[in-house]
């Protein structure tokens, strides 16, 4: 069954690269300023920090952070329609 993503689905990656866009355009004072995104990210940020190392910020929270919000959004999907009563069903 192919499954199409919906643009409710495609609203948390979204929020999450413009989120990335804005900390690289208006940085902070100091090195804090990928903390936020660092934040919003957990628990996958632990191991982008590492990634982070060899890619800048921007791409490895950019990349992963964006492909982890992706996939919350998936599993909510399919716990919603796990977990919801569908018409013509019985229970």
């Given at each position: 069954m192919l499954v199409r993503p919906t643009f409710l689905l495609l609203v948390l990656p979204m929020l999450h690269i413009l989120l990335?866009?804005?900390?690289?355009?208006?940085?902070?004072?100091?090195?804090?300023w990928w903390f936020p995104?660092?934040?919003v990210d957990l628990p996958?940020?632990?191991g982008v920090m590492?990634?982070?190392y060899v890619l800048p910020p921007l791409?490895?929270?950019g990349i992963f952070g964006t492909l982890w919000w992706y996939y919350v959004?998936?599993?909510?999907?399919?716990l919603y329609r796990k977990f919801t009563v569908r018409q013509?069903?019985?229970i």
């Amino acid at each position: 069954m192919l499954v199409r993503p919906t643009f409710l689905l495609l609203v948390l990656p979204m929020l999450h690269i413009l989120l990335c866009i804005a900390i690289q355009l208006h940085p902070g004072d100091g090195g804090w300023w990928w903390f936020p995104v660092f934040l919003v990210d957990l628990p996958i940020s632990i191991g982008v920090m590492f990634i982070a190392y060899v890619l800048p910020p921007l791409a490895a929270f950019g990349i992963f952070g964006t492909l982890w919000w992706y996939y919350v959004g998936v599993m909510i999907r399919f716990l919603y329609r796990k977990f919801t009563v569908r018409q013509g069903s019985l229970i």
